[in-house]
């Protein structure tokens, strides 16, 4: 752990990318507090009025203040990245974990329904199911990504499973009589555990972004704002075509921000345990 660690704090990747993660987490749990309004959707002021310090990114159209609304949705962005990257993930590991470890009939049945499920495309059944919601909060959002993201985590955790099981310490605790789940949970697990982090901070990366492209598209939350719905906004009332960039330019600016950042731990991570790529 002191080697992991040491490597970690001179990865400039990693560290460039977790500044930038923390630095809007920060602002998505302290934003609200220090906004001079509570509801991202009340009117504020009079409409089209640029960055000043009354409103610190401007107005929309409506006289709602972008900054509140910049900030609520990073609440919302982030919710979506945890919940429905979290989900996707453990459905991930779960599929993958048994396949992998039980092989025959069940590795077949449960690689043939993650098979199916890569096949259709992943945006089009977000959409299908998504248009059936008489209500969509930021909850059932997060919930149909993480049920819709987790087969290429399975099929990745599977082949990590199959290459691990063979092992001699697995070997010893199946002499011992350990359960498999008790194998899997204490033996294989732990030897993926890095693996494990680097495929959730993908797909909590890969969650915000579907969520920003339902949101786009009209199928975000019936209620409240998310930073899709603020790009959804801006378009349909022509920002750009007006001029008013404060309004269209912030929320897509801090969607590429902290994807990108996302990908960059990733790849200063991958760095950090990987001790050929550490070296170089």
Known sequence: MREIMFFAFRNKKLNIGLSIVLFFLLLAI????????????????MGYQPPSKEFWLGTTTFGQDVFTQLVFGLRSSFFVGLIGGGL?????????FFAGYEGGIIDEIL???TNILLVIPTLALLIIVASYL??????????????????????AVRSQTLSLKMREFVNLARITGRSHLKIILYEILPNMLSYVFMVFILQFGGAILAAVGLD???????????????????????????????WAIPPGLVITL??????????????VFNPKLREM
């Open 111 to 113: 690689m043939m329904l």
């Open 134 to 155: 008489p209500y969509r909060g930021v909850f059932i959002q997060s919930v149909i990504i993480g049920l819709t993201a987790w087969p290429w985590t399975a099929r």
């Open 258 to 271: 902290i994807v990108g950042a996302l990908y960059f731990m990733n790849t200063g991570l991958d760095e």
């Open 30 to 45: 302290f934003g609200p507090y220090i906004s001079k309004y509570k509801d991202p959707l009340e009117y504020v002021g």
């Open 88 to 96: 996707a993930t453990f459905v991930g590991l779960i599929v993958g």
């Open 216 to 246: 786009f598209i009209g199928l975000g939350p019936t209620q409240g704002i998310s930073l899709g719905l603020m790009m959804q906004n801006a378009v349909l009332w022509n920002a750009i075509q007006l001029g008013m960039w404060w």
